[in-house]
């Protein structure tokens, strides 16, 4: 069974969003705003924010920038160990731009993720529209890096992030000349959004 996951509506959808206000935010009466709003609106909901480390860096395949294809993006993929995706909380995930620079985002730009062990996946799957967001097979690198089983048996992509955590991780994946693997039981093929 391939792993494929939605977001919850509700609370995460409202951080989302206000994670995105905050983000937009023309200047720092803005911001703080968005900030003091996100605050209230997690406060009503019985939560608070999360300690963060900061994750970003830059990934290469063969030693240079990933190029995704029509329609294909680099994904970078969080898995959390203690808590595996499902079918309400898909794994956290971001993009890669065109120079292979990655950063996550949770509550705004660049802020990271929350602390914990993870194991760090990739894939360059093809994206969904309007009618199908999120992402979906093939992955374009031959589902070599999307497990979190096989990866976590590597050191460099096994992550214990503490804060303030970096911006300076650098991984370089092999593709070229290898077998287009099968992916495992844990494997990330898919990431449904609604």
């Known amino acids: ?10 609370i995460v959808g409202t ?23 996100l605050d209230e609106q997690l406060k009503a909901s019985g939560s608070s924010r999360e300690t963060l480390a900061r994750f970003a ?17 680099f ?3 969080l898995y959390d160990l203690k808590n595996p995706p499902s079918a309400t909380q898909p794994p956290r995930f971001t993009y890669c731009r065109k120079d292979g620079r990655f950063e996550f985002n949770t509550y705004e730009r660049g802020d990271g993720v929350p602390v914990g062990s993870y194991v760090v996946l990739f894939a360059q799957p ?15 690198l031959k589902n070599l890096y999307n497990d979190p089983e096989k990866n976590g048996k590597v050191p460099e992509f096994k992550i214990d992030l503490t804060a303030p955590g970096r911006t300076d ?8 000349g290898k077998d287009s693997a099968e992916p495992g039981p844990q494997a990330i093929t898919q990431i449904r959004l609604r």
């Not at 990934?59 to 329609?71: E, F």
């Not at 991780?169 to 070229?176: C, P």
């Open 15 to 37: 951080i989302a969003l206000w994670a995105l206000l905050a983000s937009l935010g023309a200047g720092c009466g803005a911001t703080s705003s968005a900030n003091q709003a």
């Open 57 to 73: 860096g830059t990934v290469t395949v063969d030693g240079l920038p990933p190029v995704p294809g029509a329609k294909e993006a």
């Open 126 to 140: 093809k994206v969904g529209g309007r009618g199908s967001p999120g992402f979906k097979p093939p992955d374009s």
């Open 1 to 10: 069974m391939r792993r494929a996951a939605r977001t919850a509506p509700g």
């Open 75 to 77: 994904a970078v993929i």
């Open 169 to 176: 991780y650098a991984f370089d994946l092999s593709v070229a």
